[in-house]
């Protein structure tokens, strides 16, 4: 810290914008995932839809909806093709 700024090495500023630039996660994000996150994205990676893993979880579609955009925010994802290979990338399913 100088003058209240934070600066990285060049190491940990190299690493820090390759994540940036690949929309990986980091393992810090994974490890923010809900357990019931967690369960959606496992069911989803099975290839089960949002009304199958409402069913089987006994949820609202909405609320499965609403699980879904949650995973597709944290892993910078815009469908579900790209979040389960992200999360697989990643090691999260």
């Known amino acids: 810290m100088l003058k209240g700024k934070l600066f990285l090495s060049k190491a940990a500023n190299e690493k820090v914008l390759e ?4 929309g990986r996660p980091t393992s810090q994000q994974a490890q923010l995932l809900t357990r019931r ?3 959606i994205l496992q069911l989803l990676s099975d290839g089960l839809t ?7 979880l006994f949820l ?5 909806e609403t699980h ?3 995973l597709f925010r944290k892993f910078n ?3 579900v093709q790209s979040l389960l290979k992200i999360a697989r990338d990643s090691k999260s399913v």
């Open 60 to 64: 609202s579609p909405l609320t499965v």
């Open 50 to 56: 949002g009304p199958q893993i409402a069913d089987k």
């Open 19 to 22: 994540q940036f630039q690949s």
């Open 68 to 70: 879904r955009k949650n």
């Open 37 to 39: 996150e967690k369960e």
């Open 77 to 79: 994802a815009h469908s």
